[in-house]
């Protein structure tokens, strides 16, 4: 059994962090000593090490309470977890499209600007904001 300090260094996440992962759902202590302190089975390692890595794959902490709920599920399948996934990759590649979008735009006020002493009255890319 870990208690919260155990667990974070083993996880390489602070205690806040678990802690906020508790609140959201998301971890959950096995049991409590007789102090009163938070204890986590091993299996708790594993479940963080899951929500990292989901993290790093742009899924939100609700999408991956999501996952983590079909992997409770004993009538989900491969399947479903593939359908949140290309969903998922649907809204980054959509994102990414509008930072891009984004970047274009910010490079043409960019080179639109003079970059010189001028007033700000006379700045292109505050004028161009305005429009």
């Known amino acids: 059994m870990f208690t919260i300090g155990k667990l974070s260094k083993a996880s390489g996440l602070s205690r806040d962090c ?13 049991e409590k000593n007789s102090a009163g ?9 594993e479940r963080l090490h899951f929500i990292k890595h989901a993290k790093r794959c742009g899924f939100t902490l609700t999408e991956i309470n999501q996952l983590l709920a079909l992997t409770a599920n004993n009538s989900a399948c491969c399947n479903d977890i593939n359908h949140v996934a290309r969903e998922k990759k649907i809204k980054l590649d959509e994102k990414i499209k509008d930072l891009q979008q984004m970047s274009a735009i910010l490079g043409q006020l960019i080179d639109s600007c003079s970059n010189d002493q001028s007033s700000l009255d006379h700045c292109q890319i505050l004028n161009r904001l305005k429009e």
Not at 18 to 30: A, C, I
Not at 37 to 45: E, F, I, K, Q, T
């Open 37 to 45: 302190y938070r204890l986590y089975d091993p299996s708790a390692v």
């Open 18 to 30: 678990l802690r906020y992962y508790e609140r959201e759902g998301l971890l959950s202590p096995s």
